[in-house]
């Protein structure tokens, strides 16, 4: 009779053994033996609120030196000898304190989300993949070429990389251990995903072309024109009107034949649920003349109305070399 308890005991640890190492469906992506680990796992990412964040690294892509202090906030003042190692340790501090934010950012822009989220996030990249956000990225980079924003690309990517390789298994950032992946290495075309992110929440009207287009079945070209004028007549803009332009370098020609499957359809199109952005988004800037000011200098404003995110879309930090003194805020 002592094999039946045997048996049932080893089928248990068994069971247990394998419920603690792998992934329970999707409600539980991480093996709970791995996340619960005293030493790989969540408690790893415990810090003291009082953190000492003092350390002299040793960096092989540094060319001269790089200094950087957090004050109170925790906002980092970097003061470099050259552009290249300010770029790169900005990149550094972009890992080193919010590395799954931009990893998440440029895998929803690529259409790679349900890599990590699952079904559920399917239909997003679908959507993500149709608005060509790919092609968009790889365009940013051939259009850079050779020049300074390429040179600023290489060092910040290099700086990320940096953070990411030194990165043990324990040290992974809790979000990674909680859905059971790594972070990707990152290149320039990530980067540049991540600002076609930024373009594409900044944009509108885009989620708005389906129902214009229902609109178009209903009324004639000289309705729409009245109903949706091009400039609408009480605004004021900064350009005044009738100002003369250079004439373009590229004249857009009409096709002999459209490619739109809607352009001469008579049938209103069935309208899916697409991501709007907040209605609100937008931005306003002003100036105030250096006359106005008690130093003499001008000051420049921008008041970027943006949706609200947690961690916050900008990270804010001061950068400064032989050449520059930069203080705002970045992505």
């Not at 248990?12 to 005293?38: A, D, H, R």
């Not at 540094?62 to 925790?74: Q, S």
């Not at 129902?211 to 309705?223: C, L, P, W």
């Amino acid at each position: 009779m002592r094999i039946i308890p045997f048996i049932i005991s080893t089928a248990l640890t068994g069971g247990l053994v394998y419920l603690l190492n792998n992934p329970i469906g999707e409600s539980i992506p991480m093996p709970l033996g791995k996340f619960l680990s005293p030493q790989h796992g969540f408690w790893q990412n415990a810090e003291p609120a009082d953190a000492d964040y003092s350390t002299d690294l040793s960096l092989p892509d540094i060319e001269g030196k790089a200094e950087v202090y957090l004050d109170e906030r925790l906002v980092p003042h970097i003061f470099a000898d050259n552009e290249r190692d300010a770029y790169f340790a900005q990149g550094y501090l972009h890992a080193r304190f919010r590395l799954f934010q931009m990893d998440l950012q440029t895998l929803a822009a690529e259409g790679r989300a349900s890599e990590i989220a699952g079904e559920k996030a399917v239909r997003f990249d679908r959507e993500q993949r149709r608005l060509g956000m790919k092609y968009a990225a790889e365009n940013a980079l051939q259009a850079i070429g050779t020049s300074d924003t390429k040179f600023a690309f290489d060092a910040y990517t290099a700086g990320v990389n940096a953070y990411i390789s030194s990165l043990t298994e324990s040290q992974l950032p809790l979000e990674y251990k909680i859905l059971n992946f790594k972070p990707e290495k990152w290149t320039n075309y990530r980067t540049a995903l991540l600002l076609k992110m930024m373009a594409k929440m900044l944009s509108s009207g885009t989620e708005s072309d389906l129902a214009h287009t229902n609109a178009k079945t209903v009324f004639s070209d000289a309705e729409l024109k009245a109903l949706y004028p091009q400039v609408n007549d009480s605004l004021m803009p900064i350009v005044p009107a009738g100002t003369a332009f250079a004439t373009p370098g590229i004249v857009p020609v009409k096709p002999a034949i459209a490619d739109s499957l809607y352009l001469d359809n008579k049938q209103a199109v069935n309208i899916t649920e697409v991501s709007r952005p907040d209605k609100n988004n937008g931005s306003n800037n002003w100036v105030v003349s250096g006359s106005r000011t008690e130093s003499g200098a001008p000051i420049l404003c921008n008041d970027p109305h943006l949706e609200l995110s947690l961690p916050s879309i900008w990270y804010e930090l001061q950068v400064v070399t032989p050449k520059s003194n930069a203080y705002g805020v970045s992505l």
